[in-house]
């Protein structure tokens, strides 16, 4: 495997899919590969967006003014402190993303910005990130906090870890905080047949992909609202996203759980 193969990333292929400009050969290469195969992923990254966007604004109306987005990527268009401050403009939000290159164009964007930060972290050291300083410096764990997990879990292939990664945030967090959960769909890949895993290929951040069973199992501990785990364009859709032919074609499963 040559050297720039191994240099794409999943967050820059996910800017990519979006029609970001934050991205380079490598991962434009990779990610024109995966839509070969797939040609339903640029539309699931679209669909994942606009359900992230609509359930900041679901939180930020039910009166969430803090939130921790782990695996935030690269900031395009719709930042989750942009659409949460359009409803409290005190809203406070820590990004974190395994990939420096993520944490820089964060930084970059939120230069000047006292109630945002932006650091590295990993979603499998979920204690780590909690205990960050800079993390613990913007939120307060006596409130309420908006926890997103949107579109990153399919990086955790060990069921176990990733449902252990969210019992470790779900227990550090008070009653009444939400969890923003999107996660890429076995039932929607199943339908192709590409062999391997580009992402185990050539970046740093192997892929998967979890039924809706196992995706609700993810919820452990939380009570899922209504209307549970469904296709991203099915959740009280509010930014409009393209008609699909099938939502299973969609490919991403997505959800909302409350800390009772
Ligand atoms: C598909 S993007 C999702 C971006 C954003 N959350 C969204 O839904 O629009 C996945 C992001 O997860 C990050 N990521 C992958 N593995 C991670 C890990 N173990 N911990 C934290 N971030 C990770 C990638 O770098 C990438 O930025």
Redesign the pocket.
Known sequence: MTESRKAA???RM?DYYLGGSHNFPADREAADYVIERYPFIPEAARA??AF?VNAVRHLSESGIRQFL??????PTVDNVHAIARQIHPETRVAY????PV?VAESLDILDGDDLAVAVR????QPQAVLDHPEVRRLLDFGRPIGV?L???LH??PEHRAAEEAVGTLVGSVVPGSRFIM?HSATESFELFTAAEDVYQRRTS?PGTVRTRAEVERLFTGLELLEPGVVWAQEWRPGVAVEKVESPRLGGIWAGVGSKP
């Open positions: 990333t999943a967050a996910y994942n967006r992230v987005d782990i695996g935030s990527g690269i974190v993303d395994i990939d993520a972290g990993d979603v499998q997103i949107a579109a990153v990086f955790v999107s951040t």
